[in-house]
Every structure is written in C-alpha cells, then in structure tokens.
C-alpha cells in the first residue's frame, strides 16, 4: 500500500508516470524500507495504465460488487454532559 500511496503523491505532485526509482527514492526519503521485489511487482501489475486509467477500471469493479451501505452514524453525544454531572455531584458530597 505505501508504494502505492507514494506513487500517487507523485503523481499528484506533477510527475504523471513516475519511474520505480523515483517511488523508492520518496519512500527513502521518507525514512521507510524499500522492498525492491514489492515496488517490482506494482508496477507489474500497473502496466502502461495512466493513474486516471486504473482509478475509472477500479470504479466499474466496485459498481458490479456493490459498495454497502455505509451505515449509519453512531448517536449519543449527550451521555457525556450525564457523565461529567454525576461526578460533581459525587465530589461535593
């Protein structure tokens, strides 16, 4: 994932197909491990594919599985005003 994730920084950055060299130098710039074998086998798996390329294909994929729902938000804030006058009372007992 991080050589992904620095592959798009440069891309975001201006460089529109950054080389391998140019994704390990941000990485160990960065101060992280370079696994070689790894960063080979994204750009194996990246091809000739623009970034715009991958991300549109990425998107037709998750239409045909469905995304979910995404739920709904957790309720409740109001149990921490409850919270914080219980123990006052507690402290001036």
Known sequence: MKYLAAYMLLVLGGNATPA???VSKLLADSGVDVDEKELSFLYEKLGEKSIDELIEEG???LVTIGGGG???AAAGGAGGDAAAAEEEEE???
Do not use: L, M, R, T
Request: avoid cysteine.
């Open 91 to 93: 402290e001036e007992a």
């Open 59 to 61: 998107k037709e994929k």
């Open 70 to 72: 995404g739920g709904g």
């Open 20 to 22: 391998k060299d140019d």
